[in-house]
C-alpha cells in the first residue's frame, strides 16, 4: 500500500519556467510534509517543509502548497534554474514530526531544467 | 551532512555473507533512522531508533537487524545477505523535528 503518491515521475521545464510536482496521500494522521532534493550520488537534503496548519509556505523560489480536504500537496520551483535539475521526493509523517514515526516518502520526480 | 558519517561507503559482497553498515552522528541526537533507497520505491524505512538500546521495525525490516549502544553509533546488519538487498543505505537523524541524511552506503550483493 503506497501511502504518498507523487507525480510527475519526470518532468521536463525550460529555464525560467514553473517546476510543480504534486503529492496525495491516505494517512489523515500525517501532519508533516517535507520535501527533499537529491543530486546523483548525494543523499537527500531536506529543502523545504510544511504542516497543515498554513496552506502555503514560501522559501526563496520554492514554494509548498497544502490542501488538507483533498489530501494533497505540491511543490512550486519558480524561475526554475539547470542547477535545479535533480530528484525530489515527498515525504510525510505522523505524531512528531519526523521523529519517532520515521518519514514515508514518494517515489520520487526527476527533474530537469532545459537552458 | 548534519556531522553524519556512514561508512562503508561502497561495499560488494556476497551471498549468504554477514555485512555490518555504521552510521555515526556528532551531535548527540536522540533518534537515528536506517532506509534504503531503490529505483522506483522511492526510501523505506528499515529500522529506526529512539535511544540507546531502543530500535523498533520500519516498513521493511525483514533481513534486517540493527543495534545502538551508544548514543552516536547506529549500526545496520544484514545476517546473511541476499540479491534483494543490493541497495543504496541512507542513515538519518532527527533534529527539531526534521529528519536530515546522511551521504548513504552503496551495497553490492552477488
Known amino acids: 500500500q503506497q501511502q504518498v503518491k507523487q507525480s510527475p515521475q519526470s518532468l521536463i521545464v525550460q529555464k525560467g519556467g514553473i517546476s510543480i510536482i504534486n503529492c496525495a496521500y491516505e494517512n489523515t494522521a500525517f501532519d508533516y510534509f517535507p520535501w527533499y532534493q537529491q543530486f546523483p550520488g548525494k543523499g537527500p537534503a531536506l529543502l523545504i517543509a510544511?504542516?497543515?496548519?498554513?496552506s502555503e509556505k514560501k522559501e526563496g523560489r520554492f514554494t509548498i502548497s497544502f490542501n488538507k480536504s483533498a489530501k494533497q500537496f505540491s511543490l512550486h520551483i519558480m524561475d526554475s534554474q539547470p542547477g535545479d535539475s535533480a530528484t525530489y521526493f515527498c515525504?510525510?509523517?505522523?505524531?512528531?514530526?519526523?521523529?519517532?514515526?520515521?518519514?514515508?516518502f514518494g517515489k520520487g520526480t526527476h527533474l530537469i531544467i532545459q537552458p | 551532512d548534519a556531522g553524519i558519517t556512514q561508512s562503508p561507503r561502497h561495499k560488494v559482497t556476497e551471498t549468504g555473507t554477514p555485512v555490518t553498515l555504521r552510521c555515526h552522528q556528532t551531535?548527540?541526537?536522540?533518534?537515528m533512522y536506517w532506509y534504503r533507497q531503490d529505483p522506483g520505491h522511492g526510501l523505506r524505512l528499515i529500522h529506526y531508533s529512539y535511544g540507546v538500546k531502543d530500535t523498533d521495525k520500519g516498513e521493511v525490516s525483514d533481513g534486517y537487524s540493527v543495534s545502538r549502544s551508544k548514543t552516536e553509533d547506529f549500526l545496520l546488519t544484514l545476517e546473511s545477505a541476499t540479491s534483494s538487498q543490493t541497495s543504496v543505505y541512507f542513515c538519518a537523524i532527527s533534529w527539531k523535528n526534521e529528519q536530515f541524511f546522511g551521504p548513504g552506503t552503496r551495497l553490492t550483493v552477488l
Open positions: 510544511i504542516r497543515p496548519d498554513v
Open positions: 515525504a510525510a509523517s505522523g505524531g512528531t514530526g519526523g521523529g519517532a514515526d520515521g518519514l514515508t
Open positions: 551531535e548527540n541526537h536522540r533518534y
